[in-house]
């Protein structure tokens, strides 16, 4: 990549951080305009200003052809758009992002998430040695309690829960923070972990096997110490969004007859179980931290496709 396409991309990516978008987002938008500039360059286009509309959209048909995602290809056009904005080339605002067909997100039944959550409580109570294993139960919980995305759970600060008002603060997405309640059950395994000194023992063993408290850098926060931190990984640190993947995956995988998902499907049960259960769809919204009712919208069409299924399994003339 020759050096005016170099800076073009390192006053993207400033201007991407400053607006504060997600480290996630930053990245793929990253790519994208690297793979985008290398096909310009490959086409002879001097300078990346120079960039059309009609080398965007051979760009993006080759993509294409290349067998990828509808997903990818909506990605590749907000990232074109994007930096067609900061550098004032009309062409590229002009691209259309094609519309990505989302499938129906995988969403646990209420009795197969009530046997997650028990399972997972009845190994907690055969392994009372185990304070990782009070967290485990406290981290599905509050998943399932809070709708939380797994970098705000991994985010979570000691002062962000208020067990008076059995609410937590979540930090999420373009740095928007919101307020979630949480319930009964939440609320107990939180105390287990925190209230019995189990947080604390992970932290005494840390010091004592050489761990130290360093800051972590996160999707939300980059200046919270581990001490500060709710979740803690075995080592002390705060809890990395990846182990947390593996826990659920885990404790699904060992719950019979249940879909294995990750902790997005937890987001995703808990906001089908709260529109099921009658919650009005704005206040969902809330709790999700959603921009726009239209991305909740969703989750009605989740409950619908189930009362299909279920209208199929059991109508005599279905």
Known sequence: ????????????????????????????????????????????????????????????????????????????????????RQASAPGLVRLV??????????????????????TAADDAATHPQDPLALRDVAILEFLYATAARVSEVCALNLD???????????????????????????????????????????????????????????????TNTTTEAVFLGARGSRIDPAVVRRLVHARLRATPNTPDTGPHGFRHTAATHLIEGGADLRDVQELLGHATLATTQIYTHVTAERIKARYAQSHPRA
């Open 1 to 84: 990549m020759d050096d005016a396409y170099r800076a073009a991309l390192d006053r993207f990516e400033e201007d991407l951080r400053a607006r504060r978008l997600s480290p996630h987002t930053v990245r793929g938008y990253i790519a994208d305009l690297v793979d985008l500039f290398g096909f310009a360059e490959r086409a002879g286009v001097p300078e990346p200003e120079r960039i059309g509309l009609d080398v965007a959209r051979s760009w993006l048909a080759e993509t294409a052809a290349s067998g990828a995602a509808r997903a990818t290809l909506a990605r590749r056009t907000a990232a074109a758009r994007a930096w067609g």
């Open 160 to 222: 962000d829960v208020d067990f008076a008002r059995r609410t937590a603060r979540l930090s999420g997405k373009g740095g928007r923070d919101r307020t979630v309640p949480f319930g009964v059950p939440a609320e107990r395994a939180l105390r287990a972990w925190l209230a019995a000194g189990a947080r604390g023992a992970v932290l005494a063993a840390a010091r004592a096997n050489g761990g130290n408290q360093k800051t972590v850098t996160t999707a939300a926060t980059t």
């Open 97 to 118: 992002t094609p519309k990505p067909r989302s499938p129906l997100p995988a969403v646990l039944s209420q009795r197969q998430m009530s046997d997650a959550l028990a």
